[in-house]
């Protein structure tokens, strides 16, 4: 099902799917692009038709200046996405078939989980997150994001970070003021941490050290592939596959 929700007046463009097979209850996963990404992207896709073929519903979007949805790319900022989350969230626990809600991320749409996480710890049973951009923050302090090298203390009015990539500079005051040591700390929940090996846009040991500090993290790290899983998608699906199907109280009865 493809619907708009609206967050401060602007449209978010959203997929709701179901399992095929339709119990009375599920628990549904909502999932999140990254930077310069949408909601149809090929790791996005490959990783909501596994969780369905779970039993999970999923609910993808396209976030703020991104895909279909409003906003421009250049006003987009990680405390907007954090606020769409937010907003898709409270949608979705009103959903009367939902039995529990997860959310999920890739990139920048994994560290907008993290912090919106947080926001609504209470309506959420954990975090699935694939090489979440977890250096953004820091990158944005010391002055230098995806190649491009700005003064921290003096934000320029645009950053251009390539042809099609020009971004206000609110973005980085946005990304400054990121505490993501709060964000892990305050996140009790269970956590998938999925990163590959030779990610050259977040280092794994961003990945490693962010599962090292959740309090129950499950880090699962796949060799020899890239940011967005050209090589081994399969073996990302199957993490999580495994993850997910795994009773999460071995002791209940
Ligand atoms: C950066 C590193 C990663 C950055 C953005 C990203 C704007 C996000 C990547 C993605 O979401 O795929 O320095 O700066």
């Not at 990254?34 to 909501?48: P, Q, S, V, Y």
């Given at each position: 099902m493809q619907f708009s929700l609206y967050d401060e007046g602007v449209t978010l463009d959203c997929v709701l799917e179901r399992p095929s097979d339709l119990p009375e209850k599920q628990p549904l996963a909502v999932i999140l692009h990254?930077?310069?990404?949408?909601?149809?992207?090929?790791?996005?896709?490959?990783?909501?038709?596994?969780?369905?073929?779970?039993?999970?519903?999923?609910?993808?979007?396209?976030?703020?200046?991104?895909g279909k949805s409003g906003g421009t790319f250049r006003d987009h900022t990680i405390s907007k996405w954090?606020?769409?989350?937010?907003?898709?969230?409270?949608?979705?626990?009103?959903l009367d078939f939902v039995s529990e809600l997860w959310l999920?991320?890739?990139?920048?749409?994994?560290?907008?989980?993290?912090?919106?996480?947080?926001?609504?710890r209470e309506r959420l049973a954990g975090l699935?997150?694939?090489s979440p951009a977890c250096m953004i923050p820091e990158g944005a302090r010391r002055g230098s994001l995806l190649g491009g090298v700005f003064d921290p203390k003096h934000i320029p009015d645009v950053i251009c970070l390539?042809?099609?990539?020009?971004?206000?500079?609110?973005?980085?005051?946005?990304a400054q003021k990121i505490d993501i040591e709060?964000?892990?700390?305050?996140?009790?929940?269970?956590?998938?941490?999925?990163?590959?090996?030779?990610?050259?846009?977040?280092p794994i040991h961003w990945g490693e050290q962010t599962a090292a500090h959740y309090q129950n993290c499950t880090f699962v790290r796949i060799e020899d592939d890239t940011h967005c899983y050209d090589r081994h998608l399969d073996r990302v699906t199957d993490a999580l596959r495994a993850y997910v199907q795994k009773p999460r109280h071995p002791d209940a009865p």
């Open positions: 990254g930077f310069t990404g949408n909601k149809d992207e090929r790791h996005l896709l490959a990783i909501c038709q596994t969780l369905r073929d779970c039993g999970f519903a999923t609910l993808r979007f396209d976030l703020y200046g991104h954090v606020s769409n989350a937010v907003a898709v969230i409270d949608y979705a626990s009103g999920g991320g890739h990139s920048q749409g994994g560290l907008t989980a993290m912090l919106a996480g947080v926001e609504r699935l997150l694939f390539g042809p099609e990539r020009i971004l206000d500079g609110n973005y980085l005051r946005s709060a964000a892990i700390r305050d996140f009790d929940g269970p956590v998938l941490l999925i990163h590959a090996t030779d990610d050259a846009t977040v």
